[in-house]
């Protein structure tokens, strides 16, 4: 059985291009996560699909980088996927890791997957440090007055009332009160 596999990044994209290439290549279940492929976390329908898939069945994805973003990742699944005996086809990329080619492709495109993301990575910290630099960027805005909540302690209310009738953790009571 070919069990197909599909993810987007987010809510606001469309799966709907993946799971017609899918569609057209025989697969007849279809798994779809909205998450992020930097991490497995998440991704209930990335375990499903893997439970679901017994011996002789193939997971398919239109590209790996659906599949997992680092080749440590790529890796895990490749390897719990083969010692379930289930083969793993990329579509686009004409990846079968039932030849040698195939595992070759699957290794070179697992490291560039994960080179795109460091690089993406790389030049968000860079927009970022520009951004503050040109005053642009200030970071979170400040939701607590520290100093209400130094003052509601000096008057004697103990940390865990404070934390209350602010709307915040007693940690960030605690860290008015040592920070002075």
Known sequence: MKIGYARVSSTGQNETAQVDILTRHGVEEVFIDKASGTTREGRTKLAEAIRFARKGDAIVVTRLDRLARSVPDLHAISQ??????????????????????????????????????????????????????????????????????????????????????FGVARSTVYRFATNK
């Open 80 to 165: 719990e996927l083969q010692a379930k005996g289930v083969d793993l086809i990329a579509t686009e990329q004409n990846i079968d890791t039932t030849t040698p080619t195939g595992r070759l492709m699957f290794n070179m495109l697992g490291a560039i997957a994960e080179f795109e993301t460091d690089l993406r990575k790389e030049r968000q910290l860079e927009g970022i440090a520009k951004a503050k630099e040109e005053g642009r960027y200030k970071g979170r805005p400040v939701t607590v007055d520290g100093d209400k909540i130094r003052a509601a302690l000096a008057d004697g209310r103990k940390p865990v009332e404070v934390a209350k009738s």
